[in-house]
């Protein structure tokens, strides 16, 4: 076990030379926990990437190079901003290695016109490529003893492409060995979030939002203290503050509901950071890196009992109902196997299900692979998509315990045309479908019946 602390910066967190000013304070206030830093891409930039990979791969060479020059830009500006003229004259050339790495890949791909997950992945690994690199010189050009070390080194993981799972006990072995020695020499290791490679090298990625994920996997190799994930808002709250101006910051949350929530919309936090941070019973703070003092929501293994109903409100967008009717089969036996099977095959993630005697509505995150998983369904059975509905999830501990708690919910929505309906999978949440454009009047409507009292205990 090392006396160390995880700290993990979003996107916004490190957006501009502002926001990476704020990381060095926040960090010279932690040094004496010594701290390893996992950083995110600038906001926005992995999407950027993404972008000018998808052009690239269109065979549009001209808008992924203009893309690639407005992504240079900003990175020499912050850099200059940050490091006054002597140091940024010595490092304008490390960056410029890195972005003519980048625009000779996008030569590349625009010339075989042909974009594989692999290619991706190469590409959308510069933004925590650049963003280390920046936030490292930051720390030392403010006197910090920062190291910047390559992720790829020490995380390794399987070659799923744009979603590759870590292998554990390879990535354990190389954290240690790689952070360790520089931990106990009072340096800070600063590392890119998202970003790994397999054993023999190749650049991954780890999914979207997978910095929570990297922060969680080397605080748990190095069995530390805790680990704290910065970023805009004050913690976890009750709903998302852009939907509901009346959110209030959530104290103390379990482990379990933090991640129903991350998984049903409250993007605040990755749900599989969850995973390796459990394991080890490591403390998870969500802090806000333009308001350093206030104390966050902490995430531990059990939280308070809570006097509320409910924790908090998550809305997860864009969301597909499919309606599988099966007339003659009658949910015969080995029907649902079938059906899920074709889910399995275009590895699609089922979200909420329910069923009746002859049908099963179902839903998925409406994305690019829906048009092939209806042709494989259509052999099976009728099939019915409805587009543009959300889930809203409602998440607190003991609901199934609560006499009357759906009455309590659906009461006051009775003029909402609610779609689907699921509670007692988990004893934590109870979950409902509608349409998308009426998220913002239902997240408010039930956060003034259940938060307009509040426990202190647990909220702030
Ligand atoms: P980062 O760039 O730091 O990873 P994200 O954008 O991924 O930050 O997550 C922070 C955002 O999550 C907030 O700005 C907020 O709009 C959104 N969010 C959604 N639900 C919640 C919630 N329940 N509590 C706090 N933030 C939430
Ligand atoms: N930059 C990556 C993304 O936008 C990873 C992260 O920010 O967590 O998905
Ligand atoms: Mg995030």
Redesign the pocket.
């Known amino acids: 076990m090392a006396s160390t602390v995880v700290m993990k910066?979003?996107?916004?967190?490190v957006e501009d030379a502002q926001a990476i000013e704020r990381v060095v304070a926040i960090v010279r206030q932690r040094l004496e926990n010594k701290p390893v830093v996992v950083v995110?891409a600038m906001?926005r930039v992995t999407d950027q990437l993404l972008e000018m990979a998808r052009a690239a791969g269109e065979g549009d060479r001209k808008t992924a190079l203009m893309l690639a020059r407005q992504l240079r830009e900003r990175h020499y500006n912050t850099a200059g901003e940050l490091l006054g003229t002597a140091l940024f004259t010595e490092f304008h050339g490390n960056l410029g290695t890195e972005f003519e790495q980048l625009e000779e890949l996008l030569r590349g791909i625009a010339a075989v016109g042909e974009l594989t997950p692999r290619t991706t992945d190469h590409v959308a690994a510069f933004g925590e490529i650049l963003s280390s690199k920046l936030v490292s010189a930051a720390l030392s050009a403010q006197q910090i003893d920062s190291t910047l070390v390559d992720s790829r080194t020490c995380l390794v993981s399987d070659d799923n492409f744009t979603r590759a799972a870590p292998l554990f006990p390879e990535s354990n072995e190389k954290l240690c060995h790689t952070l360790l020695p520089l931990i106990d020499r009072g340096r800070v290791p600063v590392l890119g979030g998202f970003i790994a490679a397999t054993r023999t090298g190749i650049t991954t990625t780890i999914g979207r939002?997978g910095?929570?994920f990297s922060a969680a996997i080397i605080g748990a190799a190095l069995g530390a203290e805790k680990i704290e994930?910065?970023?805009?808002?004050d913690?976890?709250?009750?709903?998302?503050?852009?939907?509901c101006p009346e959110?209030r910051r959530i104290k103390v949350i379990s482990f379990d509901e933090a991640a129903e929530?991350a998984y049903f919309?409250?993007?605040?936090?990755h749900p599989a950071t969850v995973l390796p941070a459990i394991q080890k019973n490591i403390p998870v703070y969500?802090l806000n890196s333009r308001n350093p003092s206030c104390a966050g929501t902490r995430i531990a293994a059990r939280a308070p009992h809570c006097h509320n109903f409910f924790k908090?409100i998550?809305a997860k967008k864009r969301i597909t109902i499919v309606d599988i009717a099966a007339p003659r089969m009658l949910l015969a036996h080995g029907f649902l196997r079938t059906i899920f099977e074709a889910f399995d095959r275009h590895r699609i993630p089922v979200d909420v299900v329910s069923t009746s005697e002859v049908s099963v509505s179902l839903t998925l995150d409406s994305n690019e692979s829906i048009p092939a998983l209806a042709a494989d369904l259509a052999k099976l059975a009728d099939v019915k998509y409805e587009g543009c509905k959300a889930i809203v999830c409602l998440v607190g501990e003991n609901l199934r315990e609560i006499p009357g708690i759906a009455g309590h919910v659906f009461g006051e929505l009775s003029d909402v045309k609610i779609r689907m309906i699921s509670q007692g999978a988990s004893e934590i949440n109870l979950t409902f479908v509608i349409d998308e454009g009426q998220v913002p009047q239902v997240v408010q409507r039930l956060h003034r019946a259940f938060f307009s009292q509040l426990d202190p205990e647990t909220f702030a």
């Open positions: 910066f979003g996107g916004t967190s995110s906001a939002g910095s929570d994930i910065w970023t805009d808002v913690g976890m709250m009750t709903t998302d503050p852009a939907l959110a929530l919309g409250a993007k605040v936090l969500i908090a998550a």
